[in-house]
């Protein structure tokens, strides 16, 4: 707590009040209170009502305009909230403790009581406000210059992730495939890919990346960089897993993981795959009459890429499966099955399921085109709240 007289002085020293007599800076005494905050505490936000004003008399603070961190204060003395308290309107900006800081916070009444007595505060706000509409050009200058560089950024990141994406469609005597991609915001985390193998082999990658966004793209385009190099040395099932767990546990810049399946598929008539926390591929096999439990869910055998080890490194290793002329092959991320309608219904795995059953014998451009109708009925225009990708593939 600071002693009366050091109140007092550090109240001479601030442009608010620098022009006061002794006896006036007394009755401020008397009628400021000292509070404190800790780090990263909220001492008002935007659009709160303008209460009080407050001076620092130790610590640290940032200003936040529309969610944006634009400028930091450490001045003694500086003035926060006064602008509000004038005008009588909402505060303009959100103002969070940086490290723990202390102020001395006058209440609009009692500050309106100290300008009626003395009229020399009133030079006092001048000098703040100027110095307030010098500051806050530069808040909003630099708020501008940040969202140009957030959205560039992130116009960047867009193109990046839709180069990523395959640009045509498998092209193999064995099998033929329909594949769909759509972030639930401008930039996602969700990636696929065709891959030709030696041998006239065709591998399929599908990854997610947790979360959307700008950093989530880059994992999946690191994923992308390193298919392509470990494929030329390797392109067995446990090396590329191996290859792309380094990749996001390695290059990214915070706790992030992937769910990822990879499989190759062989001219006979044998695919074999692995899977870390990826959804279950759904394999539909075309010779064993119509019904719906001629689907057979293909497991996930491994944690997801990055997802924290506690017995060290993952051994993957691949699982083999038979296809047959007709079977269906249907990979695909949570963003469809966990789509939800403004109902708050879950479209969910069984309806995804009793649809391809029905769907079974059109291509897997149709198909494709079945599986995203479908899902756009369902969610009667509920935005979707995760990145969606599909991938259907029919053996020849």
Known sequence: MLADEDKMRFLQQTELFSELPESELELICQRTSEVAYPADATLFEEGDEGDS???IVEGEVSIIKAGTEVLFFDEKGYCLGEIALIDNKPRSATVKTVKPTQFLRITRADFYNAMAREPRIG??????LNDKIRRDLEIQMSAIRK???????MRLA??????????????HPCIASAGYCQPANSVGGDYY???SLSDNRVAIFI???MGHGYHSAMVAAMTKSCLQTQICFDASVPEVMKAVARVVEEDSQAFIYMTCCYLIIHPDNRFEFA???HPQMLLYRAENGNGKDNLIELESGFMPAGFPKFNGPVQYDSTEVKWYPGDLLVLYSDGITEAFN??????GLERFKALISEKRHLTPTEIKAEILNDLQAYQRGESATDDITLIVAKFM
């Open 342 to 347: 403004p109902d708050s219904e879950m479209y």
């Open 147 to 153: 969202e140009i560089a957030q959205e560039e950024a």
């Open 207 to 209: 990854g997610d990346v």
């Open 193 to 195: 890919d065709y891959l």
């Open 123 to 128: 030079s006092g706000m001048f000098r703040v």
């Open 53 to 55: 004003l407050y001076l």
């Open 158 to 171: 867009a193109a990046v992730q839709q180069s990523i994406l395959p640009d045509q469609e498998i092209s």
């Open 275 to 277: 899977n870390a926390g």
